[in-house]
């Protein structure tokens, strides 16, 4: 029986890489009128008025009983300048949800990069990091890398020191039944990866090499996983969400048809070595 060519990609989720027609990868698209009628957001920002171009006071707060003869007799400022303020605001509050860990600068860093990059991809190791930590670390019974190490203890044919080409489907099927790596775990809440990452987009799994030897084996797993930094309606129509100028600033830099700031793809990458051996799986 043919043994299996490496590298083999044997899991791909449905989603698409690279997908710019996605919805929360649109930009500049909605009017004022839309983002008030449609997203209710008459009040974003407790520095500035968007709509008006002007400073708020520090009094001027939808709670204040002074807001309504208040708002909009701030300094005039342009567009750049309040988009600069709110970008300002947008890291301030990002430290809600980054509280701790390796991890919590991140957002900031992403959020600049929405502010100056132009759409380009973004990368950085503690991505790759924080990707390579979950699979090692994810112990439950149904992780992708618990799974994989069951699936080759099995499926190796040791006789022929290989892993037989028609398998391919298999290891593609253990990944349906598992869980993939995400950052909605409730420590992600607080330590950076959940507001910067959180659940992703398209997940693509390679076996890149498999050594067997005195029935032992090591597989070199390369995980590319690639996520969207940028908000659609569902995002924003979600109550939980809504309820933070967090998002409200960031919807509104993203789809203000005066703003436009584009969203971009976030792209992580990590290799492991998963290690086994004969009869291991077999019970």
Not at 3 to 18: E, N, S, V
Not at 45 to 64: A, K, N, Y
Not at 114 to 122: I, S
Request: hydrophobic letters at 35%.
């Amino acid at each position: 029986m043919a043994a299996l060519q490496f590298p083999c990609t044997f899991f791909k989720t449905q989603k698409w890489m690279d997908d710019y027609a996605a919805s929360d990868m649109r930009c500049g698209d909605l009017t004022e009128e839309q983002l008030k009628s449609l997203y209710r957001l008459d009040y974003i920002s407790d520095r500035v008025d968007p709509w008006t171009l002007t400073r708020r006071s520090s009094m001027d707060r939808p709670r204040s009983i002074f807001c309504c003869n208040l708002r909009g007799q701030g300094e005039k400022i342009s567009s750049q300048q309040c988009a600069n303020i709110l970008f300002d605001e947008f890291r301030d509050l990002s430290h809600l949800f980054s509280v701790y860990g390796p991890y919590r600068y991140l957002i900031e860093k992403m959020i600049t990069h929405m502010q100056n990059g132009n759409g380009v991809p973004f990368r950085d190791p503690s991505l790759d990091r924080a990707l390579k930590e979950h699979v090692i670390q994810d112990k439950t019974t149904n992780s992708t890398r618990q799974l994989l190490q069951e699936a080759f203890n099995t499926y190796i044919d040791w006789e022929n020191k290989h892993l037989p080409a028609s398998d391919k489907d298999r290891l593609r099927k253990v990944i349906l039944d598992g869980k993939l790596p995400k950052f909605n775990r409730f420590q992600d809440n607080f330590n950076g990866m959940g507001i910067t990452v959180h659940d992703t987009w398209v997940t693509h799994i390679t076996l890149k090499s498999l050594h067997i030897e005195n029935d032992r084996y090591q597989a070199v797993v390369h995980y590319k996983v690639q996520d969207h930094f940028g908000l659609d309606s569902d995002d924003i129509l979600n109550k939980t969400f809504s309820q933070f100028n967090f998002f409200r600033i960031w919807f509104v830099l993203q789809r203000y048809n005066q703003f436009g700031f584009k969203p971009f793809m976030t792209n992580m990458e990590a290799t492991v070595r998963i290690t086994g051996g004969r009869g291991a799986g077999k019970h």
